[in-house]
């Protein structure tokens, strides 16, 4: 009788002993899957992968030329915005309004919108986002290139 439990104990032991070992196989299997997409994802964000749109170097400077040519003179050449106000910006109109889009909009200051005299009739640009919680939802203008119930963005530096 003694031999008989002596080899269900050793049975049992050794079962015990594939059933822990199965199950950490299993876990490792599940942490290492994630990591390795957390990874992946950090690399793209990082070495900034993973958007549509990206031009080269040339295309750029060849665009940048050929506004210089055609632009009048003394048009702003471009407007610098600090990443963390962009940032801010669009984690406030995805949260609050849903937007699932930027517009980056062109205007010209006049006498009430400029900030600085110097700066009346200069171009500039201003961003809002598509209202997809709101009324206009399917429609991101309303009247004259004028988005409505939407919060906008201005104001960068302006360089000639």
């Known amino acids: 009788m003694k031999k008989l439990s002596l080899l269900s104990n050793l049975a049992m032991v050794i079962g015990l002993t594939i059933l822990v070992a199965s199950c950490q196989k299993q876990q490792d299997a599940v942490t290492t899957t994630a990591t390795t997409a957390t990874d992946a994802a ?5 070495s900034g992968e993973g958007y549509s749109g990206q031009i080269t170097s040339s295309e750029a400077d060849e665009m940048a030329k050929t ?3 055609k632009a009048q003179s ?14 801010a910006y669009l984690a406030s109109i995805q949260t609050k309004y849903k937007s ?5 909009n062109f205007a010209v200051y ?15 640009v201003y961003f809002s986002g598509n209202n997809l919680s709101g009324s206009n939802s399917g429609n991101p203008r ?3 290139g004028v988005r409505v119930l939407m919060d906008y963005m201005n104001h960068g530096n302006i360089y000639p």
């Open 110 to 124: 006049d006498k009430t919108t400029a900030p600085d005299p110097s700066l009346d009739g200069r171009q500039t």
């Open 74 to 87: 003394g048009s702003t050449e471009y407007v610098e915005f600090n990443i963390k106000d962009l940032q």
């Open 142 to 144: 309303s009247g004259f």
């Open 42 to 46: 950090v690399i793209r964000t990082v």
């Open 100 to 104: 699932s889009k930027v517009y980056v």
């Open 67 to 69: 506004f210089k040519t």
